[in-house]
C-alpha cells in the first residue's frame, strides 16, 4: 500500500490555503464590493461573516478531509456511501471554474510580458478589448481564436501543471512563494499608492463607513457570498487540502489564520486600488467616482493606465502589479486543480501523480479553449454569473446538509477538538445546521427570482442557456460518470 502524501508541516498547508483563498476576487471584487456598499460598514460586515459562516465552514472541510484521509468524493463517501456523488459534484464544478479562471490567467500572463515596455500604450482600453481579447461585438459572434490568449492560455496552463504535477510535494516548494509574495508586494505598491497625490481621496471611499447602508440587505448578501468564494469553499478544495494533514494537525486555529491572511490580502489590495485611483482622478481631473470600477476592466484597462500616469518607475510597478496577479492566480488555480487530481490518485493509488494531473491539465486546456475565442469575455462573464450564483451556492447547502442533518452525532466536531485546545461548541453547530443552510436558500431563491426577471446583463437566452444553465444541470451526471469510471480501480491508500 502506497503512504499518503502530507504537508510538510502545518504553516505549509495554511500557506496553501491561503494561496487558494487569495485570488483574483480579492484585488478586483472586494474593493469595489466595499465602495459600492458603504465602505467600512460593508467591511465590518465581511469580517462578520468570516466569523459566522466563512471559518465555520473552513474548518468542517479541512477537518472533512483530514478526518476521512481522503479528497471531496471519497471523504464524503465515508459518511454515507452515496454522498461520494456530491463529492464529485463539487470538484466537477470546481474544474468548471478553472476552465475560465485559466483565461483570466492567461490575460495576466500577457499583462506580465507587456508590463516590462508598459506595451498598452495611452489606450488600455483597445489593449486589452482589440490587441489581447480581440473582442467581437457580441456573444452571437464567436469569431476565431485569439491568439494572445491562446497562447498565455497555454503559458499558463504550464505554470500550473508544473506546480501540482508531483501533488503535495511540488504544491508544497510553490506556495511558499506564491501565497507570500503577494503580501510583499501588496506592502510596496500600498506605500507607493498612499504616498501619491489624492490617494486620501480615493480611500476615504473605500474606508469611510455609511451606516445606514446596513440597513440594505444587498449590503449583507454581498458580504456574506463574497465570504464564499473568497474562501475558496464548496468545491472541494479546502477537503482535500486539508486530507494531506495528518490527523493529529491543529484544525481550529489554522482555520482562523486561513480567513485572516485572506482578509488581509483584500484589505491591503483595497488601500492600494483607491489609492492609485484617488491618484488618477486627480491627474485627470475628475471625480474619484468616476474612475471606480471592479472586475477585469479594473485590473486590465483602469489600472494600466493609473499605472502610465504614475510619476517615476512606472514600469517597475506595472510589473510588481501583473507580477503579483499572477501570483494571486496561480495558486488558486492549481488549487482547483488539485481537488480534482486528488480525487483521482484517491481511486488509482498505483497510477503515477504526474500522469494524472496531465491528462487533467489537457481536459483543463480543452475547457479553456470556449474562452479564448473572440467571445470569450462573454462567455467567461456568463459561465462565471451561473457557476458562483448557482453551483457555488447549492453545493453550500447540499454539503452543510449532510455534515450538519444527515451525519448522525456530532462526530466531525469531536475529532476538531481534538486537535485543537481552542474547543468549538454548539455554536458551530448553529452556524452548519441553521445559519449557512438558511442564508445561502434565501440567496438562491433571491437569485433564481432575478433570473427570471432579467435575463443576466442583456444576454441572449440561448447563450444564457448553453453557456450558463447547462453545464450546471448537466454537472450531477459528469459527477456520477466519474465515479462510475473510477470505482471498479479503487485502491486503498494508506492512511
Ligand atoms: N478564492 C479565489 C478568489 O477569491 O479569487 C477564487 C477561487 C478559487 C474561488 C478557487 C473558488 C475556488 F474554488
Redesign the pocket.
Known amino acids: 500500500m502506497l503512504q499518503r502524501q502530507h504537508w510538510p508541516s502545518r504553516w505549509v498547508f495554511i500557506l496553501a490555503a491561503i494561496g487558494?483563498?487569495?485570488?483574483?476576487?480579492?484585488l478586483w471584487?472586494f474593493p469595489f464590493l466595499a465602495y459600492e456598499h458603504g465602505g467600512a460598514a460593508f467591511i465590518l460586515v465581511l469580517v462578520l461573516a468570516n466569523i459566522v459562516i466563512g471559518i465555520p465552514l473552513l474548518i468542517l472541510e479541512i477537518g472533512l478531509g483530514q478526518m476521512m484521509q481522503r479528497a471531496a468524493p471519497d471523504a464524503m463517501g465515508k459518511i454515507r456511501k452515496g454522498f461520494r456523488y456530491l463529492g464529485w459534484l463539487a470538484i466537477t464544478l470546481?474544474m468548471m471554474?478553472l476552465f475560465y479562471?485559466m483565461a483570466v490567467m492567461s490575460w495576466s500572463v500577457n499583462y506580465f510580458a507587456s508590463a516590462f515596455t508598459l506595451a498598452w500604450g495611452d489606450d488600455t482600453v483597445n489593449f486589452f478589448l482589440g490587441d489581447i481579447l480581440n473582442l467581437s461585438g457580441g456573444v452571437n459572434d464567436i469569431g476565431g481564436i485569439s491568439w494572445p490568449v491562446l497562447s498565455g492560455l497555454l503559458f499558463a496552463w504550464a505554470l500550473v501543471y508544473f506546480s501540482v504535477w508531483k501533488g503535495v510535494q511540488s504544491v508544497s516548494k510553490v506556495v511558499v512563494w506564491t501565497a507570500t509574495l503577494p503580501f510583499v508586494i501588496l506592502a510596496i505598491l500600498i506605500v507607493r499608492a498612499l504616498t501619491l497625490e489624492g490617494a486620501g481621496e480615493g480611500v476615504s471611499l473605500f474606508l469611510v463607513p455609511n451606516w445606514s447602508s446596513l440597513a440594505n440587505p444587498d449590503l449583507w448578501i454581498a458580504a456574506f457570498s463574497q465570504v464564499f468564494?473568497?474562501?475558496?469553499l464548496a468545491?472541494g478544495?479546502m477537503i482535500a487540502y486539508g486530507s494531506f494533514n495528518p490527523k493529529q494537525t491543529e484544525i481550529t486555529m489554522s482555520a482562523v489564520w486561513v480567513a485572516v491572511g485572506n482578509f488581509l490580502v483584500s484589505f491591503m489590495s483595497g488601500l492600494v486600488v483607491f489609492g492609485t485611483l484617488g491618484y488618477m482622478a486627480t491627474q485627470q481631473g475628475v471625480p474619484v467616482t468616476e474612475a471606480v470600477t471592479g472586475g477585469p476592466a479594473l485590473v486590465f484597462m483602469i489600472f494600466p493606465l493609473a499605472i502610465s500616469l504614475l510619476p517615476a518607475f512606472n514600469a517597475l510597478i506595472a510589473v510588481l502589479f501583473f507580477g503579483m496577479l499572477l501570483t494571486l492566480a496561480i495558486d488558486?488555480a492549481f488549487?482547483?486543480l488539485e481537488a480534482f487530481s486528488a480525487a483521482f490518485r484517491d481511486r488509482y493509488a498505483a497510477a503515477p501523480t504526474k500522469k494524472i494531473a496531465l491528462l487533467i491539465s489537457l481536459v483543463g486546456i480543452a475547457g479553456g479553449l470556449l474562452f479564448t475565442t473572440h467571445a470569450g469575455l462573454y462567455f467567461l462573464d456568463i459561465a462565471d454569473h451561473f457557476i458562483v450564483n448557482y453551483g457555488l451556492v447549492i453545493m453550500g447547502i447540499l454539503e452543510t446538509v449532510i455534515v450538519g442533518w444527515a451525519w448522525k452525532g456530532n462526530k466531525l466536531l469531536e475529532f476538531v477538538n481534538k486537535t485543537s485546545t481552542v474547543k468549538l461548541g454548539v455554536s458551530w453547530n448553529i452556524a452548519i445546521k441553521y445559519i449557512t443552510p438558511i442564508f445561502l436558500t434565501i440567496l438562491l431563491i433571491i437569485n433564481l427570482k432575478n433570473e427570471f426577471v432579467t435575463p443576466y446583463e442583456g444576454y441572449p437566452i440561448w447563450a444564457l442557456v448553453y453557456i450558463g444553465a447547462l453545464p450546471i444541470i448537466l454537472s450531477p451526471f459528469i459527477a456520477v460518470l466519474l465515479d462510475r469510471l473510477t470505482t471498479r480501480k479503487q485502491a486503498a491508500v494508506e492512511e
Open positions: 487558494s483563498a487569495a485570488g483574483l476576487g480579492n471584487r470546481g471554474v479562471y468564494f473568497s474562501l475558496s468545491f478544495i488558486s488549487s482547483l
